[in-house]
């Protein structure tokens, strides 16, 4: 079975522009989150989606946001983009919904912003 | 508020020593699970160890075993007669009603295992 799968793996914005990043999850598994993890703030939970539906979210600006399509593969968007906001982010997927089950992560997309 | 602590930001021992990685958490709820991650250079997190908190059993998987003491809030990691391999940095987690069940996570502790 396929692992996790983010892309791209590696990206470099500049102060003011947006980002997109991709996941796409464990076949079978419909519920997909996010997290960034930074040497400052260490990990930290973005938001969660399941069938589509976003289910839970962290405390983050609105800049920050996601979706989640019918084949459950899931995007998050960030627009104007910060220096802080260079981080790995990293998605991981259950198949059920909630983080009290065991997730799987994929290797993370990590972004910086100059 | 739920914290959870991870006291030991690095620890370093040699290949088969014994190695106990801390994790002391804060919770209001009686409801509530615990985790260990464990992220190696790659960066991906390896799921290690989900428990609730009606089950104070320890556990042990092969070289691995987890000490859940409610008493002392304290949800302990050991590795025995480490391997190379096992050098990475390891997470520990909570999630409960406290928290609007999102995952709150440990500093982390990093681990070497020097050959």
């Known amino acids: 079975k396929a692992g996790v799968t983010q892309t791209p793996r590696y990206l470099i914005k500049t102060r003011g522009q947006q980002v997109t990043l991709s996941c796409s999850p464990i076949?079978?598994?419909?519920?997909v989150s996010w997290y960034q993890q930074t040497p400052g703030q260490g990990l930290q939970f973005l938001f969660e989606?399941?069938?589509?539906?976003?289910?839970n979210k962290g405390n983050f600006p609105g800049r920050f946001s996601g979706r989640q399509f019918s084949n459950s593969r899931s995007e998050m968007n960030v627009s104007t983009l910060e220096l802080g906001d260079s981080a790995l982010y990293l998605c991981?997927?259950?198949?059920?919904?909630?983080?009290?089950?065991?997730?799987?992560f994929g290797p993370g997309t990590r972004l910086t912003v100059t | 508020a739920q914290k959870v602590t991870q006291a030991q930001t690095e620890i370093s021992v040699v290949e088969k020593e014994d190695v106990t990685l801390d994790c002391v958490y804060e919770?209001?709820?009686?409801?509530?699970?615990l985790f260990w991650y464990k992220q190696p250079p790659s960066g991906e997190l390896v799921f290690l160890i989900r428990?609730?908190?009606?089950d104070e059993q320890n556990e042990i998987s092969g070289r691995y075993s987890w000490n859940f003491q409610k008493s002392t809030s304290s949800f302990n990691f050991t590795i025995t007669a480490s391997q190379v391999v096992d050098s990475a940095v390891y997470f520990c987690?909570?999630?409960?009603?406290?928290?609007?069940?999102?995952?709150?996570w440990g500093a982390g502790t990093k681990l070497i295992i020097k050959p």
């Open positions: 991981a997927s259950s198949s059920l919904t909630g983080v009290n089950y065991e997730q799987y």
């Open positions: 919770t209001r709820d009686t409801t509530y699970y």
């Open positions: 987690a909570l999630s409960g009603r406290d928290s609007n069940y999102q995952l709150i």
């Open positions: 989606y399941f069938s589509e539906t976003q289910r």
């Open positions: 076949s079978g598994h419909r519920s």
């Open positions: 428990r609730n908190s009606f």
